[in-house]
């Protein structure tokens, strides 16, 4: 019973392209929602967050969308740099529980 | 300007044993959390704590684990009678309020 999904395991971009990570979710609770980027043996390190009663937020090269009719979001990164290339998670906040809810996590190459 | 701090870094145990996992929170948070990640998943929320306070142990084993967070030291997490399906990457994480969190390095436990 996966509430957080990311269904793209890797992802595969240009440098100085634009790379676009999707998150679906099912539990309508959840009000907060946070990207995070993960290199091998370290700790998740906090990106940008949204909350549910906005539809956007941008932090510099980062932009997250959310569409709550749709449950879905979505964290655009332009442009792509070498140092993006990592392992992107997507979670939640509500829902019941006081943890996040995260997905499997999509990784990022960013090509040459 | 420390971080979320985790030791040991990497803890080995036969089967049978005990393990225990420290965390002390960034400078200034009073909210702990527990996570667990397995290869090639997400993190998984185990416990939220506060000072002497557990919040939240939705998502901790019924059996072996437990976790505390004392008015002094740091907050432990203790797993006794280790079996191999515990061997996973043991992520803390901490909060100024309920929101963003920002994680520690990681205890990787390997049970033998």
């Known amino acids: 019973d996966q509430q957080v999904k990311q269904n793209s395991p890797s992802l595969s971009v240009q440098e100085g392209r634009i790379s676009i990570l999707n998150c679906d979710y099912t539990?309508?609770?959840?009000?907060?929602f946070l990207w995070y980027k993960k290199y091998p043996a370290e700790g998740p390190t906090f990106l940008i967050s949204?909350?549910?009663?906005?539809d956007k937020n941008e932090d510099g090269r980062f932009t997250v969308f959310l569409n709550k009719s749709a449950k879905h979001l979505s964290l655009h990164i332009v442009p792509s740099q070498p140092g993006d290339s990592a392992v992107y998670f997507c979670?939640?906040?509500?829902?019941?529980?006081?943890?996040?809810?995260f997905g499997k996590g999509t990784h990022l190459i960013i090509q040459p | 300007n420390a971080g979320v701090m985790q030791n040991p870094r990497h803890l080995v145990r036969r089967r049978g044993q005990e393990a225990r996992l420290r965390c002390s929170p960034m400078?200034?948070?009073?909210?702990v959390y527990w996570y667990r990640q397995l290869p090639e998943e997400g993190l998984k929320f185990m416990v939220y704590?506060?000072?002497?306070?557990?919040?939240?142990e939705s998502g901790m084993p019924k059996e072996r684990f437990s976790a505390e967070f004392p008015k002094e030291g740091p907050s432990i997490l203790r797993i006794q009678q280790v079996v191999r399906g515990d061997s996973a990457a043991y992520f803390c994480?901490?909060?100024?309020?309920?929101?963003?969190?920002?994680f520690g390095p990681g205890t990787r436990l390997t049970v033998t």
């Open positions: 994480a901490s909060s100024l309020r309920l929101g963003e969190q920002y």
């Open positions: 539990n309508s609770m959840f009000d907060y």
């Open positions: 949204i909350s549910s009663i906005k």
């Open positions: 979670a939640a906040m509500g829902g019941g529980a006081d943890g996040l809810t």
């Open positions: 400078k200034g948070h009073s909210h």
């Open positions: 704590l506060q000072k002497e306070n557990i919040i939240d």
